[in-house]
């Protein structure tokens, strides 16, 4: 009978695998290449979308025994912008919840490693390995499955706690730039879907428009980033591996929200590990969690860059008459009758990324 697992890669994927298997009482090893945890997205302020479960954040972390002991705030209000017009788009319940991920205490990643290491995981850090070498592979994105890009900048600032999203492909080739403020901490970035080697000249654009637009200058500032992978068809097991979170292809190609995808798969594997046909029930698992949700996220992307034509001024129209922001986004992520007729006939493959050899050198896979 089975009593270990080896587990590659300490993200938000692995951990929470790690986590859930240590509770179902296996042993766990992790190995992460890096010397901590959240080394590659380091610094970065995210969001965690809230609107693919009807659940509330704290039952979904709840339910993935997931403690919130990181930074976890709640945001109902986000201004979207072009360089013609703006709307303020706002939300009952929050349409998203604001983390930050890297070395800092509060970090998503450093929470998870804490729970991990007090329920008795074993992290070996600085130790990379292979596939073949373990159980589970969580190592994020992929090389041949890139298709987004990020380039942040990290700074202290006085600003008031904000979201701000401004949209053009001068700014963000096919995809958005935003601001996200939170207690002093800000995170700027840039992120193109495609067009890898735009990303420096779209990121001085992004930086130039927001100081215009908020008066102010950014002069100190760190950098970080990096490259998200996405696959239309999962590769959830491969020779005998089990593959979670980005590795699998699990992202959303819309807007690259990927943190709850990756957490809710290492959740999915380990409940289903002592099943009698664990490979496919993961695998229906996982279609049935995220099926809809990924090919509505491909039917977004179709959308966006047809908006991105007109300088997405149909977004914000639609965002002007919407009354509710996440029930907008909820609408769309739900498959509509409009998803189900498009996605059919667009072509998957055009999602990634055709200039992945563009990907600069700190961001590499
Ligand atoms: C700049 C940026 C901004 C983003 N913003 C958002 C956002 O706002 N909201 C959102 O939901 N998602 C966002 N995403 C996506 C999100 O970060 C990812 O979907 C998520 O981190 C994937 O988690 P993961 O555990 O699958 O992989 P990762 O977070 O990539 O973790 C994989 C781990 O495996 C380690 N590793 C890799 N190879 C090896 C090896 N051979 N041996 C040992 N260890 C290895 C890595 O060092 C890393 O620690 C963003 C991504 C980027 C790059």
Redesign the pocket.
């Known amino acids: 009978m089975r009593t270990s697992y080896k587990i590659?890669?300490?993200?938000?994927?692995?951990l929470t695998a790690a986590i859930n298997l240590r509770k179902k009482g296996y042993n766990v090893t992790v190995?992460?290449?890096?010397e901590g945890?959240g080394?590659?997205?380091n610094g970065?302020l995210?969001?965690?979308?809230n609107w693919s479960s009807p659940k509330t954040m704290g039952q979904r972390l709840d339910s993935m025994n997931i403690n919130p002991s990181f930074l976890l705030k709640p945001f109902y209000s986000t201004t979207f912008m072009n360089t013609e017009r703006s709307v303020e788009a706002n939300s009952k319940k929050p349409w998203f919840y604001l983390i930050k991920?890297g070395a800092a205490q509060d970090s998503l990643d450093q929470g998870l490693r804490r729970q991990a290491e007090r329920c008795g995981v074993e992290i070996k850090f600085s130790?990379?390995?292979?596939a073949k070498d373990v159980d589970i592979v969580?190592?994020?994105?992929r090389a041949g499955q890139l298709y987004a890009i990020?380039k942040?900048a990290i700074f202290e600032t006085n600003l008031n706690d904000m979201a701000l999203v401004l949209m053009g492909n001068q700014f963000a080739h096919r995809g958005l730039s935003y601001l996200l403020v939170s207690d002093g901490y800000a995170s700027l970035?840039s992120v193109n879907f495609g067009k890898f080697g735009d990303l420096e000249q779209c990121f001085n654009n992004t930086l130039k428009k927001f100081e215009q637009i908020l008066g102010i200058k950014i002069k100190d500032y760190k950098v970080a980033?990096?490259?998200?992978g996405f696959s239309p068809s999962p590769t959830l097991v491969e020779n005998g591996k089990f593959y979670?979170?980005?590795?699998a292809g699990l992202?959303d190609a819309g807007f690259?929200?990927?943190?709850?995808m990756?957490m809710e798969s290492g959740y999915i594997l380990s409940q289903v590990v002592d099943k009698p046909a664990p490979e496919e029930s993961y695998q229906n698992a996982i279609k049935k969690r995220f099926g809809n949700h990924i090919k509505s996220s491909v039917v977004i992307r179709y959308l966006l860059d047809k908006m991105g034509k007109n300088n997405y001024n149909d977004l914000i129209n639609m965002l002007r008459k919407e009354e509710d922001l996440r029930d907008f986004f909820k609408g769309f992520y739900n498959f509509p009758p409009i998803s189900r007729i498009l996605y059919p006939f667009l072509n998957k493959s055009s999602v990634i990324a055709t200039d992945q050899h563009l990907v600069p050198s700190p961001f590499k896979v």
Do not use: W
């Not at 995210?46 to 979308?49: M, N, R």
């Not at 690259?256 to 709850?260: A, K, L, P, R």
């Open positions: 590659l890669g300490a993200g938000p994927a692995g190995y992460e290449k890096n945890c080394g590659r997205i970065n995210q969001g965690i979308e991920r130790t990379s390995a292979t969580a190592t994020g994105p990020e942040t970035g980033g990096g490259v998200a979670i979170g980005e590795a992202q690259g929200f990927g943190v709850s990756s």
